[in-house]
């Protein structure tokens, strides 16, 4: 069982920057593929941005694409989302989630753990 917990949201200014955090617990970290995922309010979640298990390569939204980067560091058991030119429309309930060696999909059922969420908030 993984456990994961999400933490570095909070309110910004259109045009700031955030860096999220995810620590993971209770499995081989590296044999997780780890994906980002957003519900804004009266909306559907939806997929940010995901990282493959067993190589850097990620996939992207196209709303986050040139603004958002996913990294991963095994060594220390966590996820980071570094969100660059934020906007409103970014403002949402972000989720971390784990996929045991997973390819990094943006389909939310392909990920068996999830995190509680931490939100952000973009004024305009």
């Known amino acids: 069982q993984v456990q994961l917990v999400e933490s570095g949201g909070g309110l910004v200014q259109a045009g700031g920057s955030l860096r999220l955090s995810c620590a993971a617990s209770?499995?081989?970290?590296?044999?997780?593929?780890m994906g980002w995922f957003r519900q804004a309010p009266g909306k559907e979640r939806e997929f940010v941005v995901a990282?493959?298990?067993?190589?850097?390569?990620?996939r992207y939204a196209d709303s986050v694409k040139g603004r958002f980067t996913i990294s991963r560091d095994n060594a220390k058991n966590t996820v980071s989302l570094q969100m660059n030119s934020l906007k409103p429309d970014d403002t949402a309930v972000y989720y971390c989630?784990?996929?045991?060696?997973?390819?990094?999909?943006?389909?939310?059922?392909?990920?068996?753990?999830w995190g509680q969420g931490t939100q952000v908030t973009v004024s305009s």
């Open positions: 989630a784990a996929d045991n060696y997973g390819m990094g999909t943006d389909r939310q059922y392909d990920y068996e753990y």
């Open positions: 209770g499995g081989t970290f590296s044999n997780y593929a």
């Open positions: 990282i493959r298990w067993n190589s850097g390569t990620t």
